[in-house]
């Protein structure tokens, strides 16, 4: 079996890459800090115009229809630049959680619509989060309660700001009153979305890890070889060489837990859990490694706002404990592991057994 990414998804992918260095810059997210949104709305219609938006839209409800695997080198790339504009969510929670619900809610299928064109906003809640993030920006959220699920106009919910420790990200308590009207689902179906809801969006955070590490791998490199002490790089001492070498090879390993579970949600999304669960504390680990190994490198000088180094681990920090902690998915993968009929070994590792 050839495990590897396709041409077309690699080619996509550095397309994607070139676009996001171009229009993401440290620069451009300093100045997004002094506007009240923290957004930019050109910079959004750029993304939904290059279909970004609509990826994991079947192509029978207006999308491209492509999958998890294909959305996940994009992820990569998102966090590589740390990107303030909420793609991941939307494209890869939002989106498919309103195509499901879409066939017996004309509401979904028509914002479903809406947000493939460019022509709304949409948030979503989950209680593994308790914050939402760009509420303020949304048109409708998608909330939780319970088993149910809830779609409400932006005007229907009180928002509370809230801090983060990174300016990059908007935060808001959600007070908001659910109805018969406003619940497009509940019951067993209900938990599913949300559990469904709740792997993708972790998925979509690890990969985003990923790409903040290798990031911050790559300024700490350079600054290392270009900061002199005692006549010579501090990058030539063998301690600094070791401890980016950790980082690269902790980045590197986290990549295949990671496209494992992409190709696992893709393909048996029933299956996921312990696959998504494997790739988002992998990745947390290799994150927060690059992060503090960075900060050391840097001199600790990484912390302070003038070096670009601190926008990439404070979003590595936040992005850690999103949908879902380390603590949370250590425990899924142990109950997992503890399970007597585990599918575990080399013949189960993509899930293609029943």
């Not at 550095?14 to 923290?38: C, I, M, Y």
């Not at 709740?198 to 791998?217: D, F, P, S, T, V």
Request: charge should be negative.
């Amino acid at each position: 079996m050839d495990f590897t990414f396709t041409e077309d998804q690699l080619l996509f992918a550095d397309n994607v890459k070139d676009f996001l260095r171009a229009e993401v810059t440290p620069q451009s997210l300093r100045r997004s800090w002094e506007v009240e949104t923290g957004r930019n709305p050109g910079l959004w219609q750029q993304l939904v115009d290059l279909g970004l938006s609509a990826m994991l839209v079947p192509e029978a409800q207006g999308g491209l229809g492509m999958n998890e695997l294909d959305f996940v080198l994009l992820a990569q790339e998102c966090g590589r630049v740390a990107l303030a504009e909420p793609l991941v969510e939307t494209a890869l929670v939002a989106t498919p959680l309103l195509s499901s619900l879409a066939p017996k809610d004309d509401r979904c299928g028509t914002l479903l619509a809406q947000l493939t064109a460019g022509k709304a906003r949409i948030a979503v809640g989950h209680a593994a989060n308790g914050l939402v993030c760009d509420a303020h920006i949304a048109d409708w959220l998608l909330l939780p309660s319970g088993d149910q699920i809830h779609l409400l106009a932006r005007d229907q919910v009180a928002l509370i700001a809230q801090d983060s420790i990174d300016p990059c990200r908007r935060l808001f308590f959600v007070e908001w009153q659910g109805s018969d009207e406003t619940c497009v689902a509940s019951g067993a179906e209900g938990v599913a979305l949300l559990a469904a809801s709740l792997n993708r969006g972790a998925l979509g955070a690890a990969a985003q890890m990923i790409g903040l590490a290798e990031a911050m791998i790559t300024m700490s490199v350079q600054y290392a070889t270009g900061r002199i002490q005692f006549g010579r790089a501090i990058g030539a001492n063998q301690a600094l060489k070791h401890q980016m070498a950790n980082c690269a090879v902790k980045t590197e390993f986290a990549k295949a837990p990671l496209y494992r579970a992409a190709y696992t949600l893709s393909r048996r999304p029933s299956h996921a859990d312990f696959a998504v669960s494997h790739a988002k504390v992998v990745a947390g680990e290799a994150a927060l490694l690059a992060a503090k190994h960075g900060m050391q490198v840097h001199g600790a000088m990484g912390y302070t706002w003038e070096y670009d180094l601190h926008i990439f681990m404070k979003r590595a920090w936040a992005l850690d404990k999103f949908w879902g902690h380390a603590g949370f998915h250590k425990n899924r993968l142990h109950q997992w592991l503890m399970n007597p009929n585990a599918k575990i070994g080399a013949d189960k590792t993509f899930g293609v057994q029943a």
